[in-house]
């Protein structure tokens, strides 16, 4: 995905099975600066710095199991 630099952007992570709710957390990497994962999944925030960023989110179920999933984020420069 794609979140422009300095404005508002907002992704949700979702989990499926029987064993909801689910929680999320950060798992390794780092999100950009102005962006927070809440325990719902829900990304939000606006970015301020540009870059590639490369994070790992968690979702545990109520059983305390965990699958962990890799994903990419850029904020691109903004252009004048």
Do not use: E, H, K, M
Not at 6 to 12: A, D
Not at 47 to 70: C, L
């Amino acid at each position: 995905p794609v979140a422009p630099l300095g404005q508002p952007y907002s992704l949700t992570f979702t989990a499926s099975g029987p064993t909801a709710p689910f929680t999320f957390a950060l798992a390794g990497g780092s999100l950009p600066s102005g962006l927070t994962l809440s325990g719902a999944g829900s990304l939000t925030g606006s970015p301020t710095a540009a870059g590639s960023y490369n994070f790992n989110v968690r979702a545990s179920d109520s059983f305390g199991n965990t699958r962990t999933q890799s994903y990419s984020l850029t904020v691109p420069p903004n252009i004048s």
